[in-house]
Structure formats: C-alpha cells, structure tokens
C-alpha cells in the first residue's frame, strides 16, 4: 500500500526541484563540438562532450529564466580557436547584460604552455579565478610555419607544384626555405589582426589601457600572485571557494548547479507541446575537408570530420522542398579541399536562392579557400573577427619521389598507353606539355573562383582578384574589405536567417539532414532520398596514390595549406 504521506513528499521535491534556483554549469576542459559530426561512430563518441549549439540555445533561454543565477565556466586545458572563443564571449556578454552574474576559473592559463586564447575568453565574464597554484601564460599570438625544401631534397624528393597566386602558401610549404615575401607579409598581418583583437578584448573586459595589456603579455606568463596584482585576476582561489563564493553572491547556499547542455535540453524538451509544425529556419553543418561523395572522417586519422558534396547538396535540396523551411543557415568550419565537389556545393546555394529562400552562411574558426568558395553566393556571410578566410586561390602538384626509390635501391619499370598517362604518378616529373596543362588547369579554377566571388559578392571583378590571390584574412579584415558582410557568430546568423524570412525570433531551427538510425541501414530510393545524404561508414576515406607512396594526405586543389592554428 502507498504511503500518501511519502506521494506528497516525492510531489513537493519534484515541485522543489523545478522551481529552485540554478547555477549554471560549463566545463571547457575537453572542448567543445561545432556541429554534429557526420559519420555515425564520430557522432557516437561524441554524445558525452558540449556541443556548441546546446552551449548558445541554453544561455540564450537562461537570460529570461528567473531560475537561472550564475553561470561559472571552467577553462583550461583543450585548445578552442579564437573564432569560437569570440562565439562564446558574445554568448557571456549577452548573459551578463540580461543581469546575471558569470564567473570564469581555471586551475591555471597555460600550465608550461599558451594561454592566450583561454584568457582571452575569460575576460569576457565579471569575475575570473585562479587556482593558487596556477600561471597566466598570456604570451601574445604567434604562427609558425615549417618548410620542408631542403630536408626534402636531402632525401631525392623533388616538389612538383602550381598556385595561382603568390599568397597562396600550401606550395611554399614544400618548395621553399623560409617565407617568401609575400608569404611573410600575409602571415604577419594575420598575427597582427589577431593581437589588435586579443589585446582590445583583454583591456575592455579588466578595465585596462590596449598598452598596459602590451606590457604585461611582453612579461608573460606571470605567476599566479603576479596576474593578481597586475589585474588580471580577481581571485586567486581552490573550486570549492569559487562555489562558495557563487552562492553566497546568489544569496542561496542551496542554488543547484545543472550544465548548460543539460538545462537547454530540459527546457527544450519541457516546450514541445504536441501542435502543429510551425515554420523555421534550416541549419546545415559544413565541417572538415571538402570532398567528392558523402560526408565521413577525414582522410587521416585525427583530421575529424569531412564535408561531402552529396550530404550538404542533398541537405539543401531536402531544406528547399520543405514548405515549412523559409531560411537557411549554412555554418561552415572548414579548410576547403576538392573545387569540384566545392562547386557541387555552391550550385546548390545558388539554386536555392533562386527558390525565395535567403542562405545565410556562419563561419567558424576556419572557412577558407574552397571553404570561402561554398559561401560566396550566399546572402550574407557572418563570420567571426577571428575567423580564418578568402585564400581565393589553388595549387596543384606533387612530390616526385622517383630519386628517393633509386637511392633506396627500388627499381621501377612501366607500360603504358597514353602519351599522359602516368602524368599523376609521383614516380616522375610533369612534361612541358603536362605541365602546361596543369597551368591550365590552375588558370581555369582560379577564373572561375574569382568570377564566382565577383558575383556572389557584388564586387568588381578586379576589386575581388586584387584581394584574392590566394590571400588569407581574419575575419575583421574581410569584413572591412567586403569579403565577409557582418562580424558575428551562429547565434547572429540564425537571427539574421529569421528577420530575413519574415519569422518571429523564436522560430524553430531544424538540423538538415535528418536522418534516423533506422534510415541509415535502409538503402536509399533515389537521389533525392534523404538516406542518400548520411554519412559513410569508412575508417578514414581512400588515400591517394601520393599519400600511400609517400605519406602526404590530398587535400584538393582548394585547400588551405596546414593546420592554421594561431596560439
């Protein structure tokens, strides 16, 4: 028999419970996803980690959550971009304006490493902590780029490679020693822009002058006690003083803490009431290297995600058809890879402009050369100060590696039919003939990317050449240069997509595609079949001939050249 007792017990904790106090939690420590990766076991490892969006939507529904007191953010460890980090501090900024108090803390900024970009986003919040025991490793902003000529030649590799034009540096990478010019005054100015915004978000977030932040990142990184003094902590404290001090700000010892994913979740899943499908806005996530087929895993362990041609055509396609979608928003975090597949993707964009419907595209940390191409015909592009992109441009070529096999002692023999039909084989050298086709090649690509920016951005066709070129910016540069329409993050765009579209601001947002685990075991009916869009379940995408002989991934013709992490 039930005690009725007890029922009112468990009813009165359950009512407690929904109508107590919370502090919200984030922890940053492992980073934090952009999108949903597109394979399934990526997608399944990742389920347990922050996803970003989850991250957006729960500070967004927090600001008018009387519930909702605090958020404290723990901060270290994993590496997040600079565009992410500004992603993040907009989202802070937007909590504390609504009244609410936010707190950072990290066990340390940079334990014998960099911690600029962490601290950076922390001083986004009203307080920052540190344990006593932690370092400030402000440091400043630096890119370090490896060439690989001479070692290469020590071996019998010779480089093979084409670019249109001078900044576009994946070539100089293997063919040069040190940076060309050129290559030299790109890099710089990208360190520059990214110092201007670190320095300027650090001064207005503690209340210093840009120079004093100079001084102190040139005698970085400081002790813990020094950061203290300097002003650039508030506290040096242990975890459980940092709680302790979040409650007693609250007034509530007894607030309950819940992790912003979990509380967005909660609240979400509390408002879908059974009603009719109202319309909305489509969000299609472009991550990782662009290739031909469907999206999966990179082509190297580590590399994460790709973006296939077919999964986002098809998302677009499925986005346009849906009566009920107005808008799109494309957010892109990519370095680009294959032109054609690049071009697969663009078409699509086009079209669906053509449909009514507005694509505005989000940039994440990296959205450059053939992730540059994708955005160009959109209605507005949206990116971050920080983010990476243009690279307007494209190289080709290869590594000859046939010196490197007679060294080795490796005989290689060949027949074959077709005056070019080893032209792709890194076993020799290009022709004059072959080469001039390459060249050709090159020139057609880069006439058309230019074209297609022209068009897409409304600019003069010299104005785009004089800022292609191969060139990379920051964000806030291209914003000032026409290339990027508005600085801003996911959250802006899908305002944006919504005031475009005519539709309230709390309009749904809807992942494109979505495919449901049992779709994703039945083979589908035609192209135009959702389950034609899901990702494919290989390890890691098909090497190339080059990458099998002599260990180097192929990218695409539109590819930015190495990793691009500014630290």
């Known amino acids: 028999m039930v005690d009725a007792g007890s029922v009112v017990d468990l009813l009165k904790d359950a009512r407690d419970r929904r109508n107590a106090a919370l502090i919200l939690e984030l922890d940053l420590t492992d980073g934090i996803v952009e999108g949903q990766p597109a394979d399934p076991v990526s997608a399944l490892l990742s389920m347990r980690r922050t996803h970003l969006r989850d991250v957006l939507g729960g500070l967004r529904r927090a600001r008018t959550d009387p519930r909702v007191r ?171 003083e940092v709680y302790a001090d979040v409650r007693a700000a609250v007034g509530d010892a007894d607030a309950r803490l819940r992790y912003v994913a979990r509380y967005n979740r909660a609240q979400g899943l509390a408002k879908r009431l059974p009603r009719q499908r109202q319309d909305g806005v489509a969000l299609i996530q472009g991550q990782g290297p662009i290739r031909l087929g469907r999206s999966g895993r990179g082509a190297m362990p580590g590399q994460g ?121 890194p076993t020799r050298d290009f022709t004059d003939e072959e080469w001039g086709r390459v060249n050709s090649f090159l020139d057609r690509i880069y006439d058309d990317f230019v074209g297609k920016v022209a068009e897409g951005r409304d600019l003069p066709r010299e104005r785009v050449d004089s800022l292609a070129r191969g060139r990379v910016w920051t964000g806030a540069d291209a914003h000032e240069r026409g290339l990027v329409d508005e600085l801003g993050g996911l959250g802006q765009a899908l305002d944006l997509a919504r005031k475009k579209a005519g539709l309230a601001v709390d309009a749904p947002v809807r992942l494109y595609p979505h495919v449901s685990p049992v779709d994703r075991l039945r083979p589908a009916e035609s192209s135009e079949d959702r389950t034609a869009a899901t990702a494919r379940l290989d390890a890691w995408g098909p090497l190339s001939t080059v990458a099998a002989r002599v260990g180097l991934p192929s990218g695409g013709p539109l590819m930015l050249p190495g990793t691009w992490e500014i630290v």
Do not use: C
């Open 70 to 240: 605090a958020l404290v953010v723990r901060i270290g460890g994993h590496r997040i971009g600079l565009a992410m980090a500004q992603e993040l501090r907009d989202a802070v900024r937007a909590f504390r304006d609504a009244g609410k108090l936010a707190v950072a803390w990290a066990e340390s900024f940079g334990e014998t490493g960099r911690g600029t970009v962490p601290y950076y986003l922390a001083t986004a919040f009203e307080r920052i902590y540190l344990q006593p025991s932690g370092d400030l490793a402000l440091t400043g902003v630096a890119l370090e780029e490896p060439f690989f000529n001479e070692a290469l030649g020590k071996i019998g590799v010779t480089p093979r490679f084409a670019k249109r034009h001078e900044y576009k540096t994946a070539a100089n990478t293997f063919m040069e020693r040190a940076y060309t010019p050129e290559h030299k005054e790109m890099s710089g100015r990208l360190v520059a822009s990214t110092g201007e915004q670190v320095v300027a978000g650090v001064a207005a977030g503690r209340g210093l002058a840009e120079e004093r932040v100079r001084e102190l990142i040139d005698h970085a990184p400081l002790l813990g006690a020094e950061a203290l003094e300097a002003g650039l902590v508030d506290k040096l404290a242990y975890r459980d």
């Open 305 to 425: 995600s790709s973006m296939g041609s077919d999964t986002i055509a098809t998302a677009i396609r499925a986005a346009v058809r849906d009566d009920k979608i107005k808008a799109i928003v494309f957010r892109v975090d990519s370095p680009g890879g294959s032109y054609v597949a690049s071009d697969t993707i663009w078409r699509e964009i086009v079209l669906a402009r053509k449909a009514g419907k507005p694509v505005i595209v989000s940039m994440g940390n990296v959205a450059a050369s053939g992730g540059y191409f994708v955005a160009a015909p959109a209605t507005v592009i949206v990116a971050q100060p920080g983010t990476l992109t243009g690279s307007i441009g494209v190289v080709f070529g290869k590594p000859v590696v046939g010196d490197l096999l007679g060294r080795l002692g490796i005989g290689l023999d060949s027949v074959e039919q077709g005056a070019h039909a080893r032209m792709y084989a």
